[in-house]
């Protein structure tokens, strides 16, 4: 049971490019969700999902897209990466709202 | 949309210490609450939580949190600390009929030995 799987772990982007990060979860979870964190700043609600086909938006969305076109991935894209976007990138998932979140291992994003 | 607020950023202690982190969130509506702790270079764990019923939780690690509601608080505590103890230190609210969790800023807990 591996849990919440991101990938990649690292990466280094230049400004403009753009890239896809992927979260897995095979614990059957409805609810997903993408944060970043940054030094003082906790963690901010990116975008989330409340199931397969939905998506919304959480605090910082300006620059990110997802999508959760199956119930156990929910990608984070951003189309043209900012040196702003510099940070590190945990996912998230539960089951019901009620419930604690399970965390990802993190990917940890430069943009030069 | 509830917000909350971690009153100390960085704490530094020594081992056998005790320790208290506090933690008030804003929100005059039912909630869901929340410890989770990052060790250095891993992911958040969860630490305790409190749903309902009785307001003094035991979670992992010998910590537990005291829910005053009247206070709108959820401080963490641990009699005493050890070295392994050093990590950041997350609280997090969520009003029970929403489906985002709200994070404080963090505490980061240095225990020197």
């Known amino acids: 049971n591996a849990g919440v799987t991101q990938t990649p772990k690292f990466r280094v982007l230049k400004t403009g490019q753009s890239m896809t990060l992927l979260c897995a979860q095979d614990m059957n979870h409805e609810y997903m969700y993408w944060y970043r964190q940054d030094p003082g700043m906790g963690l901010r609600l990116i975008h989330y999902s409340v199931g397969e086909g939905t998506t919304a938006k959480g605090e910082v969305p300006d620059g990110y897209n997802v999508s959760r076109l199956k119930k156990q991935n929910f990608l984070l894209g951003l189309e043209s990466a900012a040196p702003s976007q510099t940070s590190v990138y945990f996912c998230a998932s539960r089951r019901h709202r009620d419930q604690p979140q399970h965390f990802g291992d993190g990917t940890r994003l430069s943009i030069l | 949309a509830q917000s909350v607020s971690q009153h100390n950023h960085h704490v530094i202690l020594s081992e056998a210490a005790s320790l208290e982190l506090g933690c008030n969130y804003s929100?005059?509506?039912?909630?869901?609450l929340f410890w989770y702790v990052q060790y250095p270079g891993q992911h958040l764990q969860l630490l305790l939580k409190y749903f309902s019923g009785d307001p003094l939780v035991k979670g992992i690690k010998g910590f537990e949190a005291e829910f005053i509601k009247s206070k709108f608080s959820f401080n963490l505590r641990k009699p005493s600390v050890q070295w392994s103890d050093t990590a950041e230190y997350f609280c997090?609210?969520?009003?029970?009929?929403?489906?985002?969790?709200?994070f404080g800023a963090g505490t980061t807990v240095t225990v020197r030995a």
């Open positions: 929100y005059g509506g039912t909630v869901n």
């Open positions: 997090a609210v969520n009003a029970t009929n929403d489906y985002k969790l709200s």
